[in-house]
């Protein structure tokens, strides 16, 4: 079992930033792949970014690309999300997701096992 606690959400101006942060719990987390993920209101949940067990190896969705930065700390099981230039319509509750999957990157919601509780990021115009 894992538990995921994301933080740093807030409301930011556009061309604001925030870093989001997730800690994780319960089980090693150098075997997790994790994503973040978004949901606005009436959208489907919609993968952000993803990175791999090492960090290695990252994936953006083109709408975040060159804005946002997936990072993770294994030491302090800790996986992050900067998101810079941010734009109205990048308001959404941001998710963290965890799996132990070998293949990279899990882009669909339903592939991964453990979720966090989300925390919404707000960006007024």
């Known amino acids: 079992q894992v538990q995921l606690v994301e933080s740093g959400g807030g409301l930011v101006q556009a061309g604001g930033s925030l870093r989001l942060s997730c800690a994780a719990s319960?089980?090693?987390?150098?075997?997790?792949?994790m994503g973040w993920f978004r949901q606005a209101p009436g959208k489907e949940r919609e993968s952000v970014a993803a990175?791999?067990?090492?960090?290695?190896?990252?994936y953006y969705a083109d709408s975040v690309k060159g804005r946002f930065t997936i990072s993770r700390d294994n030491a302090k099981n800790t996986v992050y999300l900067q998101m810079n230039s941010l734009k109205p319509e990048d308001t959404a509750v941001y998710y963290c997701?965890?799996?132990?999957?070998?293949?990279?990157?899990?882009?669909?919601?339903?592939?991964?096992?453990?979720w966090g509780q989300g925390t919404q990021v707000t960006v007024s115009s």
């Open positions: 319960g089980r090693t987390f150098s075997s997790l792949q």
């Open positions: 990175i791999s067990w090492s960090g290695v190896s990252t």
């Open positions: 997701a965890a799996d132990s999957h070998k293949h990279f990157p899990l882009l669909r919601s339903e592939e991964y096992d453990y």
